[in-house]
């Protein structure tokens, strides 16, 4: 049996709407669940502020995500999503568990608490998006180097030279959060979870000399 979890854990709220981190804090504190927001803005603004990390962080992606990376707080990553268009985006970016935006607030403290001792969480109505093979290709599924964007292979290249994401963005004169992007997007390709692992995919199969 799992261990009770803590009576206080430290909450990060990303939204890149006021009004939905508004409404999200409440419905936490309503729970009365111990958790403390200890942080609660857009992306940007979390991951410049350089403050402790959370136990986890509760993002909602809006009505439609495109593109983009999960809020690197050094904590894992709870995502409320629109749709399981949304969802696999979310989860190829990094996210840990998925649930829809409109989840009952019971569900919601539920899979926080999950999320932040390290587990996967995924709603029912999101199974698909769970069954999605991410580490390995299908079977008659085009290869890693076909499927790399000429940016994605520019990325991996430099990569492969050990620079950093804000490196990265200064060397092809893009922001740091569309360099983060980028690297998840390689790494979802390759089927690998970290940057070396990457790089020594990458070498095996060609696309990087080391």
Not at 23 to 41: I, K, M, P, Y
Not at 79 to 89: M, S
Not at 174 to 193: D, P, R, W, Y
């Amino acid at each position: 049996m799992l261990d009770a979890p803590p009576s206080s854990q430290r909450l990060a709220l990303v939204s890149e709407d006021p009004l939905a981190r508004g409404a999200l804090a409440r419905a936490l504190s309503d729970q009365g669940e111990g958790w403390t927001v200890v942080a609660s803005g857009t992306q940007v603004e979390l991951e410049t502020a350089r403050s402790g990390p959370p136990d986890v962080v509760l993002w909602d992606t809006g009505l439609r995500l495109t593109e983009g990376a999960a809020p690197d707080l050094g904590a894992p990553v709870l995502a409320l999503v629109a749709d399981e268009a949304a969802g696999e985006l979310a989860l190829g970016a990094g996210a840990r568990g998925l649930l829809f935006r409109d989840v009952a607030p019971e569900m919601l403290v539920a899979a926080l608490h999950a999320v932040a001792r390290g587990l996967t969480v995924f709603e029912p109505g999101l199974s698909q998006v769970r069954a999605a093979p991410r580490n390995t290709a299908p079977s008659g599924a085009p290869a890693p180097q076909d499927t790399l964007t000429p940016r994605e292979r520019e990325v991996l290249g430099l990569l492969a030279e050990g620079l950093s994401n804000k490196a990265i963005a200064d060397r092809l004169a893009i922001s740091e959060h569309t360099a983060k992007f980028h690297v998840n997007a390689v790494l979802a390709k390759l089927g690998v979870q970290r940057r070396t692992e990457a790089v020594v995919r990458a070498a095996r199969l060609g696309l990087v000399t080391l």
